[in-house]
């Protein structure tokens, strides 16, 4: 009979010490930092297809959690490793495997934030918009294709790029394309408020047509405060359907945008770009306008000019006539400040 209780007490001592260990482990498993231990805060990207052994890899390599085993044994618990989440999520220093696990099965992504300045072709725009998101350039593309099959909003191929406006965005890294496309034209529509609508219909224009307009302007002038005065000219040029004549256009139809001077060559170019050839907007923007150039255009300032020539003191800054004679004496005075600098550089060498 004693060697029974003797049994039995061992029993129940093995058990307890069991349960005790049980527990113990239970509360390190799921309360005790885990994550980052010591390590500052950091970003954990789940890329699109990706499955519970590649996170768990990516978890191990990037050195976000301590201790594997404990974490691997509360996400199958959980069910996470029957439903991976895509996204971008911030895991923080301390954090227990529960919180995490939490935070990755919930899908409870921080934004990604978007952004993109100066872009003159659909493939550049497509690189920077999608840096940092899990959409790849190819898939923007296609999806964009897709908008313009469909829209009603009057966006072709050629002057979708005017759709977008140079800021700072913020989407989830799992975005899909098309919603991608959706925003990006909500935004524009945003902006195209009544009071701008009101002032691109005064000066005859479409929206669309204001941001080609405005992407010449940008190209023509590196001086803001200028950029008025320009819009003004050119719309000088369209009422009274004089072809633009803008240099720029000519580099945009060449292809080649290294060109730094525009030659009578170029002029030959048969492209609806070339618009010293054709009267009239191009077909599209030449560059993704800054909401500064389509401000610009917006509120031009009015003038009597329809010519332009660089200013001789290389300011960056314009002379502007109203006539052919007044564009003549200024282009003879820019290019004899041209030549008189090349021969002084020629010299010091």
């Not at 000066?203 to 940008?218: F, H, K, N, R, W």
């Not at 077909?283 to 909401?291: A, M, T, Y």
Request: aromatic share 12%; net charge positive; glycine share 4%.
């Amino acid at each position: 009979m004693a060697e029974v209780k003797k049994i039995k007490l061992a029993a129940f001592l093995v058990c307890s010490v069991l349960l005790i260990s049980f527990t113990f482990y239970a509360y390190q498993i799921i309360y005790v930092a885990n994550i980052l231990v010591e390590r500052d805060d950091r970003v954990f990207i789940v890329k699109p297809g990706a499955t519970y052994k590649t996170v768990l890899l990516d978890l191990g390599k990037g050195n976000f959690v301590n201790d594997m085993v404990s974490f691997g044994f509360l996400a199958r618990l959980s069910g996470y490793d029957k439903k991976i989440v895509p996204g971008r999520f911030i895991l923080r220093r301390g954090m227990t495997n529960l919180e995490a696990i939490k935070i990755l099965k919930t899908g409870k992504q921080e934004p990604v934030k978007v952004t993109f300045s100066y872009v003159r072709q659909t493939d550049e725009l497509a690189e920077k918009l999608t840096k940092n998101i899990g959409v790849t350039p190819d898939e923007f593309i296609e999806a964009l294709e897709d908008f313009v099959n469909n829209n009603k909003d009057g966006f072709t191929k050629e002057n979708v790029r005017c759709m977008f406006l140079p800021n700072t965005y913020e989407v989830y890294f799992n975005v899909q394309p098309a919603s991608f496309i959706e925003k990006m034209h909500d935004e524009f529509t945003d902006f195209w408020n009544e009071e701008r609508l009101a002032k691109a219909k005064e000066i005859g224009l479409t929206p669309i047509e204001v941001s080609i307009l405005a992407s010449i302007v940008q190209a023509e002038t590196v001086k803001q405060d200028e950029a008025p005065l320009i819009a003004g000219l050119y719309l000088n040029r369209l009422k009274k359907d004089i072809a633009l004549q803008a240099d720029p256009t000519l580099v945009y139809a060449s292809g080649d945008f290294t060109l730094k001077r525009v030659l009578n060559t170029h002029k030959q170019i048969d492209s609806p770009y070339n618009t010293y050839k054709y009267a009239g907007l191009p077909p599209g923007p030449i560059n993704v306008p800054q909401i500064a150039s389509i401000e610009a255009v917006l509120n031009y300032k009015k003038n009597n000019y329809y010519y332009m020539c660089a200013k001789e003191d290389f300011s960056g800054y314009h002379n502007f006539a109203a006539n052919l004679d007044e564009h003549n004496v200024n282009a003879r005075k820019y290019q004899k400040a041209l030549t008189a600098e090349m021969k002084k550089a020629a010299a010091s060498k």
